[in-house]
């Protein structure tokens, strides 16, 4: 049945980007129900919040009293505690954090970690498991469910063990093996990462990049090299991955959080800071450094990247953008924000990208100017010290960009990127006209859904996989408490055969456990 606890909402989604002019109508569509997904008070009456903090706090409650007893049968002998450490040790680890691992997230535990057999293509297999001690350990039961994959990255598809693309790459392994064994600034560096940093460059417009190993440890270790430290201030999204947030901190630098995806809040954060300058003695800023991303992960909405570089202009500061999820999954020919938003690369001062998206291989790179790329790789941690990335992977990456760049002869890359475009609009309507709550730009790939309540969430992901439906749900402390969703990523192996009827089934899902807040 619908939610039936529900209040007139107020103020759409406002600031989302629409470069494509196609796509307003449907934009018009999506926010016919006036809804900010964010702001819980238009979306639930008093009622529904109380009873979802009421379930918290049963939750929290049953915690607790499975402690007491845990420490009262220590007391007697009869089980072990395993929070006290060693005698003569110090916790190893917090109490708090524990807690909350064994009363609270091992009650769902089955809805994440869930392992798969087979490569993340429009369907995937997930092994069956279960449980018969709550969620604390699981057994496989041998069988394998052929579910409908909305949970992979596997943007254009090609995340794939069959055609031209992983033929080159399984043939490669014959000749480099599976890894370097040293760092790309020792004995690490192949004739393959040369060669993909060279196509990378040009796929983005830039003179130079380079590639790392790992997605998270380009954003952790590039920013710390980048920024100066002491007398660097750093301007950071407030929904910015934790990759990003990680290499603010190591820096050193001063940081300050700007509003997500508000131009004029980060307007008014770049003036005070200049006027202001440094704490206590007041001296200029060295460098001010914006960082954004071109999709955020977890919400789903393109950064307004115009206005962004429109302050970044004119207040004289550098912007590091960060597209792990948006390069190859926007624009006409797959190149990410800059295009999609028509602004050129040469105003993006750093930008960033993974190839663990929409190429279907491991890693990261950066691009920018051929004094930045000389000046990382001496400094960056991720390229000193890091194991260099592997030369098959490396290879996946860049077969991956030549079809989608159509150096291959073909329009198998055009044609990837114009389904996952149609796919994701697709999808996103269907949501929309069944009820959902949905977050997240027109064109996105990501489309998370609010479900609100952690126990719908957890109900609602069992629900789906035992439909055949694999999804990703996310809450706290990931977000608010009150802002768990379902976050569905969508690919261009999918047929519309296939949204239609996970909508379907999603409506059913939904209507069960009563998250069709616009039914």
Not at 120 to 139: K, Q
Request: glycine share 8%; aromatic share 10%; with cysteine.
């Amino acid at each position: 049945m619908a939610q039936p606890f529900l209040k007139q909402a107020v103020d759409p989604n406002a600031g989302d980007v629409v470069c494509n002019p196609e796509i307003q109508r449907d934009m018009s569509k999506r926010q016919q129900h006036n809804v900010d997904p964010f702001d819980v008070r238009s979306v639930l009456s008093w009622l529904t919040t109380a009873l979802i903090y009421l379930s918290f706090s049963v939750m929290m409650l049953r915690g607790h009293i499975h402690e007491w007893g845990d420490k009262f049968l220590t007391i007697l002998g009869f089980r072990k505690n395993e929070m006290l450490p060693p005698k003569g040790y110090a916790p190893l680890f917090s109490r708090a954090e524990y807690f909350w691992l064994r009363r609270m997230y091992q009650l769902m535990r089955d809805c994440f970690e869930r392992p798969i057999a087979s490569v993340p293509g429009g369907r995937v297999d997930v092994m069956e498991r279960t449980s018969d001690n709550y969620n604390r350990t699981f057994r496989f039961t041998g069988r394998k469910v052929d579910s409908l994959n909305l949970s992979s990255y596997n943007y254009l598809g090609f995340g794939e063990n069959s055609g031209p693309v992983i033929d080159k790459v399984a043939a490669s392994i014959g000749v480099y093996g599976v890894s370097t064994a040293s760092p790309q600034m020792d004995a690490g560096s192949t004739l393959v990462t040369s060669l993909l940093e060279q196509q990378i460059a040009r796929f983005v417009r830039k003179p130079a990049a380079m590639v790392f190993a790992m997605g998270y440890a380009t954003n952790s270790t590039t920013i710390a090299a980048l920024s100066g430290g002491k007398g660097t201030l750093i301007l950071s999204d407030a929904l910015n991955h934790a990759s990003l947030v990680c290499g603010a901190r190591d820096s050193g630098s001063t940081i300050r959080v700007f509003k997500h995806n508000d131009p004029d809040d980060l307007e008014r954060l770049l003036r005070d800071s200049i006027v202001q300058g440094q704490p206590r003695l007041h001296r200029p800023w060295k460098k001010i450094l914006i960082i954004c991303e071109g999709i955020y992960s977890m919400e789903g909405y393109i950064c307004r990247l115009p206005e962004i570089v429109a302050l970044k202009r004119k207040y004289k500061a550098y912007l590091y953008v960060d597209e792990a999820h948006s390069i190859g999954a926007l624009g006409s020919s797959g190149r990410g924000v800059c295009e999609y938003c028509g602004v050129d690369t040469s105003d993006i001062d750093v930008l960033m990208g993974t190839f663990t998206k929409s190429f279907g291989s491991v890693g990261g790179y950066i691009s920018g100017s051929q004094e930045l790329i000389d000046y990382l790789r001496v400094t960056s941690y991720g390229s000193m010290y890091a194991t260099a990335m592997s030369p098959p992977c490396a290879l996946q990456a860049l077969e991956a960009l030549r079809v989608i760049a159509g150096e291959d002869g073909s329009d198998d890359g055009r044609q990837r990127i114009e389904r996952l475009r149609r796919n994701s609009n697709r999808f996103r309507r269907g949501l929309d006209a069944a009820g959902f709550v949905t977050c997240g730009s027109p064109d996105s790939p990501i489309i998370p859904v609010m479900l609100y309540s952690p126990t719908v969430m957890a109900r609602f992901s069992r629900a789906l996989l035992e439909r055949k439906i694999a999804v990703v749900i996310v809450a706290f402390p990931v977000t608010p408490l009150l802002l768990a969703r379902v976050r569905f990523c969508i690919s261009a192996n999918h047929t519309e055969e296939d949204l239609d009827e996970a909508v379907r089934l999603c409506k059913e899902v939904g209507d069960e456990c009563g998250c069709l807040y616009y039914e």
